[in-house]
């Protein structure tokens, strides 16, 4: 069963740093778009970041834009989200999302596969 697997998160001070890694279970990903969202208590689940297959292309939210910087791993199985200048705003559970479609990994919608979750905890 295809799985993917997020890890990095953690509790970190406003203003620090966070790793968040995802694998793919199988090299078949390395052709799919790959993307990250997040939901914080009581909100909807939101779009962060995302990535195409190639890593020629990658888009942001507004809100991280500047702030965080998504990237393909060299087996291009993997994907990072390296967060800098954390606020208590970015707060959530972190999701990883891969699809062979960069629109609907944008969207957030009909996307084939998830991860189940990293908790980000930025303490003010």
């Known amino acids: 069963q295809v799985q993917l697997v997020e890890s990095g998160g953690g509790l970190v001070q406003a203003g620090g740093s966070l790793r968040l890694s995802c694998v793919a279970s199988?090299?078949?990903?390395?052709?799919?778009?790959m993307g990250w969202f997040r939901q914080a208590p009581g909100k909807e689940r939101e779009f962060v970041a995302a990535i195409s297959w190639s890593g020629a292309y990658t888009s942001y939210s507004d809100s991280v834009k500047g702030r965080f910087t998504i990237s393909r791993g060299v087996a291009n199985n993997t994907v990072y989200l390296q967060m800098n200048s954390l606020k208590p705003e970015d707060t959530a559970v972190y999701y990883c999302?891969?699809?062979?479609?960069?629109?609907?990994?944008?969207?957030?919608?009909?996307?084939?596969?998830w991860g189940q979750g990293t908790q980000v905890t930025v303490s003010s």
């Open positions: 199988e090299r078949t990903f390395s052709n799919y778009a």
């Open positions: 999302a891969a699809d062979n479609s960069i629109v609907r990994v944008r969207r957030g919608d009909e996307v084939d596969y």
